[in-house]
Nanobody, 117 residues
Framework: QVQLVESGGGLVQAGGSLRLSCAAS????????MAWFRQTPGKQREMVAI???????NYGDSVKGRFTIARDNAKNTISLQMDSLRPEDTANYLC???????????WGQGTQVTVSS
């Protein structure tokens, strides 16, 4: 099993920055890709950014050019640097781990990000 724990959320003004982290533990050798999703009440979860073991990265259209995902395989962590934050970025940000078969191994509990206008 894999456990994911997010940290780094908080309250920030529009235009500001935050850095989120997600630490994986347990059977980390089973993890291929890791991703950040976000969710607001009443809406579907939205993919923010994803990075696989080869370093291949994709971003959601709404965050391209503002957010940067990175991975530290030695520490089994991923991070999400969020710059130029907007009120519409307010959400619970969750970490997700995928197997080499593309299936979901685990979700974290999430960390809340609130951007004030």
């Amino acid at each position: 099993q894999v456990q994911l724990v997010e940290s780094g959320g908080g309250l920030v003004q529009a235009g500001g920055s935050l850095r989120l982290s997600c630490a994986a533990s347990g059977s980390v050798s089973s993890i291929n890709a890791m991703a950040w999703f976000r969710q607001t009440p009443g809406k579907q979860r939205e993919m923010v950014a994803i990075i696989d073991n080869s370093g291949s990265i994709n971003y959601g259209d709404s965050v391209k050019g503002r957010f940067t995902i990175a991975r530290d395989n030695a520490k089994n962590t991923i991070s999400l640097q969020m710059d130029s934050l907007r009120p519409e970025d307010t959400a619970n940000y969750l970490c997700r781990a995928y197997s080499y078969y593309g299936t979901t191994i685990s979700w974290g509990q999430g960390t809340q990000v609130t951007v004030s206008s």
